[in-house]
Structures are given as structure tokens and as C-alpha cells.
């Protein structure tokens, strides 16, 4: 009884590395399919860039805006 024991001990660990290493695979399959989804979303329309910094404008006529901040988050939006 006592060799069955074992035998079957050593069954379920390579069971649980089996299915590790499926769970693993499964991941990096589903990896790369995301990542060009996320892509065209990062590129910014004109009219939308332009309408950024206008909410930027607005923010900083109000003074919500410091004339740094303003500048320095146009500068982001447009990529300078």
C-alpha cells in the first residue's frame, strides 16, 4: 500500500504541473490577441487633440491651469 501512496502522490503533482503549465500557455496565447486592440486606440484624431487642448485652454483661462501646467500638457497631447 505504502509504494500506491506514493505512486499516486507523484501522480497529482505532475497533474498540478500539467495543468500550471496549460494555465501558462493559455496566458501567453491571450497576451499578444489583446495587445493590437490597444493600439489604434492610442492614436488621437486631430479633433481630438484639438478638442483636448481646448478643455486645456478653458481649464487655464479659468485658472484651474498654471501657465507651466498648460504648457506642459499641451506639449503631451501633441507629442513635442
Given at each position: 500500500?505504502?509504494?500506491?501512496?506514493a505512486a499516486l502522490v507523484i501522480g497529482m503533482r505532475a497533474g498540478q504541473r500539467q495543468a500550471a503549465a496549460q494555465q501558462e500557455a493559455a496566458q501567453q496565447e491571450a497576451a499578444p490577441a489583446a495587445a493590437p486592440a490597444a493600439a489604434p486606440a492610442a492614436a488621437p484624431t486631430t479633433t481630438d487633440t484639438a478638442a483636448e487642448?481646448?478643455?486645456?485652454a478653458d481649464l487655464h483661462a479659468?485658472?484651474?491651469?498654471?501657465?507651466?501646467?498648460f504648457a506642459a500638457m499641451k506639449k503631451k497631447l501633441l507629442g513635442l
Open positions: 500500500m505504502r509504494g500506491r501512496g487642448i481646448q478643455k486645456l479659468s485658472g484651474a491651469l498654471t501657465d507651466e501646467e
